[in-house]
């Protein structure tokens, strides 16, 4: 699963740490998450969309394609 | 979200702290138990029942502190906790009952305690923890 969480956080000048301090996860997470080494769970997938303002598929995307 | 965001953190610090409180007294009173029956009160058995119980009272709280803890971890976390506790397990088994197995065969000397296990799963749960740390990193 493809996220754009860096991109989302950069914009807005937060650090990982930053995030994963308002997502209530440690910042390993969000590194794992951002590198493509973990795909969080639907509620905090759902929870990082709502912090960003954002539907969830503006920030996660299913790296499958037809 | 600030007060909330830090209460998280301040309550993983405290079942943290919960945590290895209950370890070390769990691992104290086990400490009572085993050598005090050697060299403290010797053949005394309501001695030897009273740290016994008093260490296996403990043990359930150790039990739910634990419990405790990793309900407070957030989801990668309680992955590699689960990924380095099945590693622990299956080895424990596998190894025990391959050992066992020896013993009745009688091609082993079966002279192996349950500390031998324990000693086993810990070492094993202990690289379950760092390879996962290590795949997250």
């Known amino acids: 699963m493809k996220n754009r969480l860096k991109v989302l956080r950069a914009e807005r000048d937060w650090t990982q740490a930053d995030l994963a301090t308002a997502l209530e996860v440690t910042r390993q997470t969000i590194n794992a998450i ?33 | 979200m600030e007060k909330q965001t830090s209460d998280w953190n301040k309550n993983t610090k405290k079942n943290t702290i919960r945590l290895f409180r209950w370890t070390m007294a769990w691992v104290l009173t086990l400490a009572i138990a085993t050598f005090g029956r ?38 990668l976390q309680q992955k590699i906790q689960l990924e380095a506790m099945a590693l622990s397990l299956s080895v424990g088994i596998v190894s025990g009952l391959t050992y066992s197995l020896l013993a009745q065969a009688k091609l082993v000397h079966p002279h192996a305690e349950i500390s031998n296990l324990i000693i086993l799963m810990g070492i094993t749960y202990s690289i379950g923890i760092f390879l996962g740390n290590r795949r997250y990193k």
């Open chain 1, 34 to 66: 951002e590198t493509g080494k973990f795909d969080p769970s639907l509620p905090l997938a759902f929870k990082a969309a709502r912090l960003f303002g954002l539907k969830i598929e503006d920030v996660f995307q299913d790296e499958v394609t037809s």
């Open chain 2, 38 to 75: 050697l060299y403290i009160w010797e053949s005394n058995t309501l001695l030897s029942l009273i740290a016994i119980g008093v260490n296996f009272a403990i043990g359930i709280g150790y039990i739910f502190a634990n419990k405790h803890h990793l309900r407070g971890l957030d989801e």
